[in-house]
């Protein structure tokens, strides 16, 4: 079989063969030609890889355009050079095999078809040859070796060209705060923290780094003093408040600004609550639960810190506290037409106890950072103590559900103690001259269960926490619950105390025989019951004197998530089945109309499936609310946002236009007809 002949490029077209020497010659010059360009090429590859661009090193946004272009053009050069690359590695296979031949074939007419060899040995198909690679070195290779060797380099050579920029731009979209996402509980890119680059971290002392004093060592410092003090009021740290204080600012053009006394009992007091953030319930912020088997029986605060164990407890609650309530928060209350915020809050925002699992005091801070938001924005400060040492109901927004150990028990005592304890020290910090005009009511403890509960032990714990905190300085008005007793019961009780204001929590879902009620009977008793209780209370002559509501939502149903405890059924559809056999209930509770044909699925829909009878029942439920509260001091609702629970948040509510678009300006206040809503299923 006929080997294929080689072309020589001795000749010019159409002339004589050139001898043995002239085409040694001229080979000679063609290699040096060819390492020539294998030089440039190496030069201009050095000086690409040699960029920041290719290099992956940081690279702005504003590089990311000149790195494409320059990856477009070396494209086009790296194309150039590998079909070069290709055809003289083709050649050399060819010129391999090719035996010697007495002849040289003349120039071919058109110098585009020249072929390109490799030197004599090359051509005079010896297998194994010395080669110069780029850099200089040698290296002895085969024919075909020598062919895979380029094609691979070519290869990677592209590949780098290609990849390089574009792991520029991907990375710098991840990095971005649009590819990463942020926002209040959305798990987005940690805070900045600004506040921290003009602060030396030498001027935190050893003794304090990693501490709660250690700025460095928090999630968020944003509106944070963040200058080391060791400072302390009431043995409370004040590091992380600003020296300065505005008290200038009102809620709306309806309300006094906060340098001027509210006018408590004439002006009625139109509020929220933000449930959920300082002391955790499942049913706001189910995201906090759900994640977890059933079987490890993580139900509140305590078994939750618990199983997370300190160190993750601590950066999960803490990014919790810094995003589900933000200064945005406060200025989107006020602009509702609100005008006072209630702050629920545990004991462990000021200690914890041996065995309390709780994340201790980093709470404090986002506490305090609140009230000042709450002050820029002209918003009046309940302070609630929510959970107080041992539980005093033993629900799950205490922090540990299950027994009462406040007042009750083995520890009863001691923690009752404890608790006049915390007041002590809370009292005597917010007594200061900047809380005087802002924090104008003061809460002593969150809905102790005083059905369980010893009464009389009860408000003799009441009134002596009362003498600790007025003996303290505050000036506030001081709060505590009415104990699930019921109004009329508090008639006369604490006459000698003074400043003192009775607190009752409005709901009908927790209450079988109100929660069967139809539509419009909820808000007959709405108008009717509550009001008139209202009215009452707030008479002496009647009842106790100041009352108010610090409770209430529009939910017609305990449908809702977690609302009864994690993994518990609903009073509505009859799959309450609690430890205490007294709390049970196994047959469904909706009204009679329903035939017992109970479900949650509608009621736990979305506002965008409500009906627009719905939607106005919803509303006018929540006007009845507003306007019988208001024959007492006012109200606060809860809560101003939940995870998914639409009846339980003004803002989700007040999106769904089933709240009024301002608080203070309502359609309905008890004195028209109330619609039968015949149209409206009573099942949901």
């Given at each position: 079989m006929a080997r294929p002949r080689r072309e020589s490029h001795g000749a010019?077209?159409?002339?004589?063969?050139?001898?043995?020497?002239?085409?040694?010659?001229?080979?000679?010059?063609?290699?040096?030609?060819?390492?020539?360009?294998?030089?440039?090429?190496?030069?201009?590859?050095?000086?690409?890889?040699?960029?920041?661009?290719?290099?992956?090193?940081?690279?702005?946004?504003?590089?990311?355009?000149?790195s494409q272009a320059l990856s477009a053009d070396s494209l086009a050069k790296l194309n150039a050079e590998n079909e070069k690359v290709v055809e003289k590695a083709r050649e050399r296979e060819r010129v391999g095999h090719a035996r010697p031949v007495a002849k040289a074939k003349r120039y071919q007419q058109h110098r585009k078809k020249r072929r390109v060899v490799s030197g004599p040995a090359l051509e005079e198909g010896r297998g194994a040859h010395q080669r110069r690679l780029r850099g200089g070195d040698l290296e002895r290779r085969s024919g075909?070796?020598?062919?895979?060797?380029?094609?691979?380099?070519?290869?990677?050579?592209?590949?780098?060209?290609?990849?390089?920029?574009?792991?520029?731009?991907?990375?710098?979209?991840?990095?971005?705060?649009?590819?990463?996402?942020?926002?209040?509980?959305?798990?987005?890119?940690?805070?900045?923290?600004?506040?921290?680059?003009?602060?030396?971290?030498?001027?935190?002392?050893?003794?304090?780094?990693?501490?709660?004093?250690d700025p460095f060592s928090w999630y968020d410092t944003k509106d944070f003093n963040v200058t080391y003090t060791e400072e302390k009021v009431g043995g409370l740290p004040v590091m992380g408040l600003k020296t300065a204080w505005d008290d200038s600012a009102r809620a709306n053009d309806k309300v006094p600004p906060l340098d001027e006394a509210w006018p408590y009992g004439s002006l009625p007091i139109r509020g929220v609550n933000v449930g959920g953030w300082l002391a955790l319930e499942p049913f706001i912020t189910p995201s906090l639960f759900s994640s977890y088997d059933s079987k490890l029986a993580i139900v509140d605060e305590y078994t939750l810190t618990k199983h997370l164990g300190p160190s993750t407890a601590a950066q999960q609650l803490e990014k919790h506290y810094a995003t589900f309530v933000t200064e945005q928060t406060f200025a989107d209350i006020a602009a509702a037409g609100l005008d006072h915020v209630r702050i629920p809050f545990s004991y462990?925002?000021?200690?914890?106890?041996?065995?309390?699992?709780?994340?201790?005091?980093?709470?404090?801070?986002?506490?305090?950072?609140?009230?000042?938001?709450?002050?820029?924005?002209?918003?009046?400060?309940?302070?609630?103590?929510h959970?107080?040492?041992?539980?005093?109901?033993?629900?799950?927004?205490?922090?540990?559900?299950?027994?009462?150990?406040?007042?009750?028990?083995?520890?009863?005592?001691?923690?009752?103690?404890?608790?006049?304890?915390?007041?002590?020290?809370?009292?005597?910090?917010?007594?200061?001259?900047?809380?005087?005009?802002?924090?104008?009511?003061?809460?002593?403890?969150?809905?102790?269960?005083?059905?369980?509960?010893?009464?009389?032990?009860?408000?003799?714990?009441?009134?002596?926490?009362?003498?600790?905190?007025?003996?303290?300085?505050?000036?506030?008005?001081?709060?505590?619950?009415?104990?699930?007793l019921g109004l009329p019961?508090?008639?006369?009780?604490?006459?000698?105390?003074?400043?003192?204001?009775?607190?009752v929590h409005q709901y009908v879902i927790f209450n079988n025989e109100q929660l069967a009620f139809t539509h419009q009977r909820k808000i007959e008793f709405a108008c009717g019951g509550w009001g008139a209780q209202m009215?009452?209370?707030?008479?002496?002559?009647?009842?106790?004197?100041?009352?108010?509501?610090?409770?209430?939502?529009?939910?017609?149903?305990?449908?809702?998530?977690y609302l009864n405890n994690v993994n518990v059924g609903s009073r509505w559809t009859g799959t309450l089945n609690v430890d205490d056999?007294?709390?049970?209930?196994?047959?469904?509770?909706?009204?009679?109309?329903?035939?017992?044909?109970?479900?949650?699925?509608?009621?736990?829909?979305?506002?965008?499936?409500?009906?627009?009878?719905?939607?106005?029942?919803?509303?006018?439920?929540?006007?009845?609310?507003?306007?019988?509260?208001?024959?007492?001091?006012?109200?606060?609702?809860?809560?101003?946002?939940?995870?998914?629970?639409?009846?339980?948040?003004?803002?989700?509510?007040?999106?769904?236009?089933?709240?009024?678009?301002?608080?203070?300006?309502?359609?309905?206040?008890?004195?028209?007809?109330?619609?039968?809503?015949?149209?409206?299923?009573?099942?949901?």
């Open positions: 010019a077209a159409g002339g004589p063969p050139r001898t043995k020497g002239q085409r040694e010659r001229e080979r000679e010059r063609e290699r040096e030609r060819e390492r020539e360009r294998e030089r440039t090429h190496n030069r201009a590859s050095q000086s690409h890889s040699r960029s920041p661009e290719k290099a992956g090193l940081g690279v702005s946004s504003s590089s990311q355009a000149s075909g070796n020598r062919r895979c060797f380029w094609i691979l380099i070519a290869i990677l050579v592209l590949l780098l060209i290609i990849l390089v920029p574009v792991g520029v731009l991907v990375l710098g979209k991840k990095s971005s705060p649009a590819a990463s996402g942020s926002g209040p509980g959305g798990g987005g890119a940690k805070p900045s923290n600004d506040e921290l680059k003009s602060i030396d971290p030498a001027s935190v002392p050893t003794a304090a780094k990693g501490t709660i004093l462990w925002a000021v200690l914890t106890y041996a065995g309390d699992p709780y994340v201790p005091q980093v709470s404090w801070r986002y506490l305090l950072r609140g009230i000042e938001w709450a002050r820029k924005h002209g918003l009046r400060v309940n302070l609630d103590l959970g107080l040492p041992g539980s005093q109901n033993g629900w799950n927004h205490s922090g540990r559900q299950g027994m009462v150990g406040w007042l009750n028990g083995t520890d009863g005592a001691l923690n009752g103690q404890r608790a006049l304890d915390v007041h002590d020290q809370l009292s005597k910090f917010f007594a200061q001259p900047r809380y005087a005009k802002v924090v104008t009511i003061y809460g002593l403890a969150n809905e102790p269960k005083m059905t369980k509960l010893p009464v009389a032990t009860v408000q003799e714990w009441t009134a002596k926490a009362v003498g600790i905190v007025q003996a303290n300085g505050i000036k506030a008005k001081v709060v505590f619950g009415d104990g699930f019961n508090w008639k006369g009780q604490f006459a000698t105390l003074q400043n003192l204001v009775l607190d009215a009452a209370s707030g008479d002496q002559a009647t009842g106790f004197g100041p009352t108010l509501c610090g409770e209430w939502s529009q939910a017609d149903t305990d449908c809702t998530r056999p007294s709390l049970r209930v196994l047959s469904p509770t909706c009204p009679k109309a329903a035939g017992g044909q109970c479900e949650c699925d509608s009621a736990n829909a979305p506002p965008s499936q409500y009906s627009a009878q719905y939607k106005q029942w919803l509303l006018m439920f929540a006007e009845a609310q507003m306007a019988s509260f208001e024959r007492g001091w006012g109200w606060f609702y809860w809560t101003w946002d939940t995870e998914t629970a639409v009846q339980w948040s003004w803002k989700k509510g007040l999106a769904a236009g089933i709240l009024p678009k301002k608080a203070g300006e309502r359609s309905f206040n008890c004195s028209g007809e109330i619609p039968d809503f015949a149209g409206l299923p009573e099942t949901y």
